[in-house]
């Protein structure tokens, strides 16, 4: 059973617009939840994560993320897209999905385009 | 400031080659990991490392091997490359076992079975 879902692999937004990418866990206890992007030839980096506390959480280049455990989703969201924010965006999650063992189990990834 | 390495960053290889990928990394982190990453699948876990003498099989594990002599290395290791390897390995370190503990990525290598 998948335990992190992204809906879309692909999502489009013109500049200045919105940007809303979905992630839903399956479990019956909140599971740890991160967001990480990966600019084309690049590693992946840490865009913000969820433990514990506050649910809406601030990352970096402006993007934040809800933890709602009633819908079992953590979206990540931006304002107004930026062109340099063209990238690919994993959900992850680790805690009881991944046996507690500090592993990360990856959504498949979206891909954002932004146009000008 | 301490980062995570890989090398080669792009490799060919023929079918039945023994290639070994460099991870290394200068964090101190206790923990590291391995994975691959294909279109349609996200990132998938190969090997991970708890510590030094530690190996521990991921969920796409055969056909690779690694080893944990020291703390800042975790070589990943294909016995014999087959074309379904072809794919782009991530290797990452975190610190501990902590469930919360962020994993940091290196550049990635990309390898081609011919």
């Known amino acids: 059973a998948q335990s992190v879902t992204q809906l879309g692999s692909h999502v489009s937004v013109s500049e200045g617009a919105l940007v809303l990418l979905r992630c839903n866990y399956s479990?019956?206890?909140?599971?740890?939840l991160f967001w990480y992007v990966q600019y084309p030839n690049q590693g992946l980096q840490l865009l913000l994560k969820?433990?514990?506390?506050?649910?809406l959480v601030k990352g970096i280049n402006g993007f934040e993320a809800e933890f709602k455990k009633s819908e079992t989703s953590f979206h990540l969201t931006k304002p107004s897209a930026h062109m340099s924010d063209a990238a690919e965006y994993f959900c992850a999650v680790s805690g009881q999905l991944s046996g507690n063992t500090g592993k990360l189990i990856f959504g498949q990834g979206t891909t954002l385009q932004v146009k000008p | 400031d301490a980062e995570i390495t890989q090398s080669p960053r792009h490799k060919i290889t023929e079918t039945g080659r023994q290639v070994t990928l460099a991870c290394h990394q200068t964090?101190?982190?206790?923990?590291m990991f391995w994975y691959r990453q294909d279109l349609g699948h996200g990132l998938r876990l190969i090997h991970y490392s708890y510590g030094v003498q530690d190996t521990n099989k991921g969920e796409v594990s055969d056909g690779y091997s690694v080893s944990r002599s020291n703390t800042e290395d975790l070589p990943l290791t294909l016995e014999s490359a087959a074309s379904s390897q072809t794919s782009v390995y991530f290797c990452?370190?975190?610190?501990?076992?902590?469930?919360?503990?962020?994993?940091?990525f290196g550049p990635g290598t990309r390898l081609t079975v011919l």
């Open positions: 969820y433990t514990t506390g506050a649910t």
């Open positions: 990452a370190s975190s610190r501990d076992r902590a469930v919360a503990d962020t994993q940091y």
């Open positions: 964090w101190n982190h206790n923990n």
């Open positions: 479990s019956s206890v909140p599971p740890y």
